[in-house]
């Protein structure tokens, strides 16, 4: 059975010897998350997601199904895994948030600060949250074709190469967002994402935060503590990036 720092050795192998016009070489693992199996999908370049395969009960009263994205994001410096977790609800939708963590043992152990939405759908607090992920069971590699000259792979699909690698999110934090561009319509907030290069970037309503004008969907980053939200707005610079707290 495969353990993930073997995948990601593997990953980091192939990124050092494929020439650019070979094709991608990505591995699946199941694991177990509070009942249901989900599969993590690890490709070399890093890129990470993790989907339900077979959702337990309660979460398919969520709304989730087998393919739903849990999470998607990249492996980083010494087996780092950051990039975004999603909670589900019925009635109030999705909603993203950063995590970080990395392999412990056959277990994937990720932290984040995760929002609470409250009676009007809207955030009203934030909690720590803990996701672990056990291994169950090991597939072969597969191929995926490579992404052309000026994309990367994040999250399992080829998007528009960013002007620089994204600083890492930091466990713990904040009340600060690095917005990258508000919009009128989901779809622009989603592209401008795409030009970000995925990662740490997804799209938010500004309704889920006080301190926000409503009624715009924004290309944003966070919550951070106000010195990591300006690292990333500066690293969004050509796209006008700035810094705002939630509340």
């Known amino acids: 059975m495969r353990q993930l720092f073997l995948v990601l050795s593997t990953i980091a192998w192939f990124m050092l010897a494929a020439s650019p016009a070979r094709a991608s070489n990505c591995a699946t693992d199941q694991y177990d998350h509070n009942g249901s199996v989900m599969e993590f999908h690890v490709c070399d370049g890093g890129a990470i997601t993790i989907s339900y395969l077979n959702p337990r009960s309660g979460m398919a009263r969520q709304g989730v199904r087998s393919g739903t994205l849990l999470f998607d994001g990249q492996s980083g410096a010494n087996g780092q895994i950051f990039g975004n977790a999603r909670l589900f609800s019925a009635r109030c939708g999705v909603i993203t948030y950063p995590v970080s963590g990395r392999q412990q043992g056959n277990s994937i152990i990720l932290r984040g600060t995760a929002p609470v939405r409250g009676s009007n759908c809207r955030i009203a607090k934030h909690r720590q949250d803990t996701l672990v992920f056990t291994l169950m069971a090991a597939g072969p590699p597969v191929v995926q074709p490579s992404c052309p000259a000026g994309y990367v792979l994040s999250g399992g699909q080829c998007v528009l190469a960013g ?85």
């Open 163 to 247: 002007p620089a690698p994204a600083p890492a999110p930091q466990p713990g934090g904040g009340d600060w967002y690095a917005i990258a561009g508000s919009f009128g319509k989901q779809g622009q907030a989603q592209a401008r994402v795409g030009q970000l290069g995925g990662g740490a970037w997804f799209i938010m309503n500004t309704r889920q935060c006080p301190n926000f004008r409503n009624g715009y969907w924004i290309a944003t980053a966070g919550p951070f503590a106000k010195g990591q939200a300006q690292a990333f707005a500066a690293q969004a610079g050509r796209f006008g990036a700035y810094v705002k707290s939630c509340h």
